[in-house]
């Protein structure tokens, strides 16, 4: 799965980056506003956002799929001035610029913060209205792709991406298979009431953080043998997930709190919440995590119990689940989920599985 | 001493409307021993030149008689070239290339002759040879290995917009006029096209400002009559990843002058 960032630069391409990188310095430094500048992309954490998990475009999306694309860029321009509401991303962003905030405090020259890119394949005259959006909720988003309507993977990659967060499962699928964390959000009807002084992210535990090694021996030999496996196998690690890379990444981040005694006032906080239950599969879980090196603040066994309502209590500003059951019962209750498009759990629905339909040429 | 070639097998442009791009005639294709029948290898900027002749192509199936098409001119200085011009004219023959007319000229007289006729865009692999044409207002690229020799559906333009930061060198008025008049070309080349599907795509990046930065640099081709078909805001981050996914055929500096390393 996807690495955290490279380390080694060819060394031909390092002084040119280097040109750049210092000419952007001294931009932002000579800048009147305060504005901070952009982390350097190897170091930073990446978070690469779509348009429509920024903010909310459904009114406009309705335009390009009934009217179609020339209709759809032309109310765009006409409403460029027009701030668009924010989307399911919007409090993850916000969240993550209060952590900025407060790694600048503790290490004004560190280049080991969030960056968040917008990552969108509109055609960049609708980029207007989307620079002019950004400005109104002040939003640190300094990088930005506009492709046109060609893929963005590419520019993930070139942009050293942790985390790219979609409205088009497509996209992200795309972005899994190339190695990039991803995941596809939903906005639920009415939001909880999200914390504004930490960032509070939730991960399921099998086929997000790990494989799907385990999960595909529940849906093919069921729960008994499952538990079996699990006690049997309780000091394997399980291999890594598709969102074990930024787990890391935030932990990574969280230690730089903890350096500096704010462990009590961390403002990162990370949740697991399984179906496992803690008696007979969970040890395994926590086994693995300790075996990377990785820390988890809460972890939550449900043992099978929905998790929805105790998502309402955790209130997180994002919850990562592989399968779509937990993804549509933690939104009906509140909570802002992102489907991880990964393992096993994409050929079933509700425990059956799905007919394939012909895969689309 | 300076000579025009017109290829006849190709209709000439109308002068007063076409755009016209001149080429060194050794981006276009290998010169060397020229193979037994004395056709040419493909160069590093075959790709191009097919790509700006399918956008004359598209523009001529949208409108038979249009009249703002590229006019592509090969130009060689080198002399040893110059005796080798029967190959480069058959060559550009053998291939159905869409050139009106070859020049060739020495190092002294070619940028004279570039202004003579009326070129709007000199496109070269060689670094000193696209600094001195910029110098004397010649709108200019260097082609090189980001560039060129992509593939060849779409002919892809890069605008760079950080003239705010790193102002280029040898800005004159009349520079400032070449590129205005291209990008304003160019824009309505654009806009007989659809949205997608568009044989032309003009991007426009920019490497040290913020997103105002850009926002701002959108505006400004607008202005002009660009419409910007994609836009990257790359703020200090590495721009050769960036260019390897772009696929630019040529980059033009905001400034007009010749793009800074």
């Known amino acids: ?361 | 001493m300076v000579s025009t070639v017109l290829n006849t097998d190709v209709k000439q442009k109308d002068s007063e409307h076409a755009v016209v791009v001149a080429v060194a005639s050794r981006a276009v294709f290998e010169q060397g021993a020229g193979g037994d029948d004395g056709v040419y290898a493909e160069g590093m900027a075959f790709p191009l030149l097919q790509a700006l002749q399918k956008v004359n192509k598209r523009l001529l199936e949208e409108n038979s008689a249009e009249s703002l098409l590229f006019d592509i001119v090969l130009i060689t200085t080198d002399s040893q070239q110059q005796q080798q011009s029967f190959h480069l004219i058959s060559s550009t023959k053998h291939y159905g290339l869409e050139v009106s007319r070859f020049c060739f000229s020495t190092e002294e007289d070619f940028i004279e002759n570039l202004l003579q006729n009326n070129v709007h865009l000199f496109l070269s692999t060689d670094r000193h040879e696209v600094s001195q044409t910029s110098q004397k207002g010649v709108l200019s690229a260097l082609l090189d290995e980001y560039t060129a020799s992509c593939p060849s559906e779409q002919l892809r333009v890069l605008f760079c917009g950080d003239a705010v930061i790193r102002p280029g060198t040898n800005q004159t008025p009349a520079s400032r006029q070449t590129a205005q008049t291209f990008s304003a070309q160019l824009g309505k080349m654009r806009q007989k096209f659809g949205i997608s599907d568009s044989p032309l795509s003009i991007a426009l990046m920019t490497s040290c400002g913020g997103r105002d930065s850009c926002g701002g640099a959108l505006q400004t081709l607008r202005s002009l009559g660009v419409s910007a078909d994609e836009a990257y805001c790359l703020a200090g981050a590495p721009r050769g990843p960036i260019l390897s996914v772009l696929r630019p055929h040529f980059l033009l500096s905001n400034s007009f002058g010749v793009l800074e390393d």
Not at chain 1, 15 to 25: G, H, Q, V
Not at chain 1, 90 to 105: I, Q, S, T, W, Y
Not at chain 1, 232 to 253: M, R, T, V
């Open chain 1, 1 to 361: 799965m996807s690495e955290m960032k490279p380390s080694d630069v060819p060394a031909a391409e390092d002084s040119s980056e280097e040109k750049d990188w210092a000419a952007a310095k001294a931009f932002f430094d000579n800048l009147k506003s305060n504005k901070p500048r952009p982390p350097k992309p190897r170091f930073a954490v990446t978070i690469a956002v779509s348009s429509r998990t920024l903010f909310n475009m459904v009114a406009e999306r309705k335009i390009y799929e009934e009217e179609g694309l020339e209709k759809y860029v032309a109310f765009q321009v006409e409403h460029e001035n027009e701030p668009l509401k924010p989307g399911p991303a919007f409090p993850f962003v916000k969240a993550l610029m209060n952590v900025n905030c407060r790694l600048r405090e503790l290490y004004p020259d560190s280049e080991e913060l969030f960056d968040i890119v917008l990552m969108t394949n509109n055609h960049a005259q609708v980029g207007v209205r989307l620079i002019n959006s950004i400005n109104h909720y002040d939003l640190t988003i300094e990088r930005f792709c506009m492709t046109g309507g060609k893929s963005p993977i590419g520019y993930l990659e070139a942009y050293m991406t942790n985390l790219y967060l979609s409205k088009d499962s497509e996209k992200v699928t795309e972005a899994i298979e190339a190695g990039i964390a991803a995941a596809t959000m939903f906005m639920p009807e009415t939001e909880n009431q999200l914390s504004d002084t930490q960032l509070r992210v939730a991960f399921d535990g099998d086929a997000v953080l790990f494989s799907d090694e385990s999960e595909i021996i529940v849906k093919q030999h069921g729960l008994d043998t499952f538990f079996e496996h699990e006690k049997q196998f309780e000091n394997k690690p399980l291999a890594q997930g598709p969102l074990k890379c930024f787990l890391e990444a935030l932990g990574k981040l969280q230690r730089k709190f903890y350096a500096k005694n704010e462990r009590m006032n961390c403002p990162i906080r990370t949740f697991l919440v399984t179906a496992r239950s803690a008696a007979s599969s969970g040890a395994r879980v926590l086994k693995t995590l300790r075996s990377w090196g990785l820390e988890i603040d809460e972890a939550l066994f449900l043992a099978g119990a929905p998790k929805g309502p105790l998502l309402r209590q955790i209130k997180p500003h994002i919850f990562f689940d592989d399968q779509m059951f937990h993804i549509e019962g933690a939104k009906d209750l509140g909570t802002i989920a992102a489907h991880v498009p990964y393992g096993i759990g994409q050929k079933y629905n509700r425990g059956k599985l799905i007919e394939q339909p012909a895969k689309k040429e």
